[in-house]
């Protein structure tokens, strides 16, 4: 008897701490090529076209990347699921009920896990930030359903992806 896609996705694996700090590592390499190139191409202009020299503390400057680094991470999470990091380790975000990720989960899922420590962090509460960030990814090794406090805030999930065969899509892992 085969199983309904609600059914798999109920019994899906959390990924490890491991896994997830694994992903992580890969989207912050990729983050960081991508706030390299949109700096660029507000650094550059301004300098060669207007001998302007934007200060980096400057708080409309650093409004525009935490922004460019905000709609990567949604855009990846509500197109796919995954972003580069979570597709190299198999790693799918969903709601809670197994459905997409819509743009108001993916933002309040980002807000939850990161722009409130960065928040901290332009103010100097460095110590309360990264208290934050700590107890946000030790969290799923608290919680029996291996979630963490930014996927609890924000109703979605982690979920194993299975590997696929060459000509099927892939599935939750069980």
């Given at each position: ?31 960081l090529a991508v ?102 990814y030790l969290w ?35």
């Amino acid at each position: 008897m085969k199983q309904s896609p609600h059914n798999k996705l109920a019994e899906a694996i959390s990924p490890a701490l491991p896994r997830r700090l694994a992903a992580l590592f890969y989207d912050a390499l990729m983050i960081l090529a991508v706030l390299l190139v949109a700096a660029a191409l507000v650094v550059l202009p301004a300098g060669l076209a207007f001998g302007y020299e934007i200060p980096v503390g400057h708080p409309l400057y650093q409004l525009y990347l935490i922004s460019v680094w905000a709609v990567f991470f949604c855009w990846f999470w509500v197109h796919g699921g995954q972003t580069v990091g979570m597709r190299a380790w198999r790693i799918l975000a969903i709601r809670n009920n197994g459905q997409p990720l819509r743009w108001q989960d993916a933002l309040l899922r980002l807000f939850a896990a990161l722009l409130l420590p960065l928040i901290l962090i332009s103010i100097h509460l460095y110590p309360f930030a990264l208290a934050l960030v700590l107890l946000n990814y030790l969290w799923p090794l608290l919680d029996r359903k291996n979630r963490s406090l930014h996927e609890i805030l924000s109703q979605t999930r982690l979920i194993m992806l299975q590997k696929k065969q060459p000509d099927e899509k892939p599935e939750a892992a069980q």
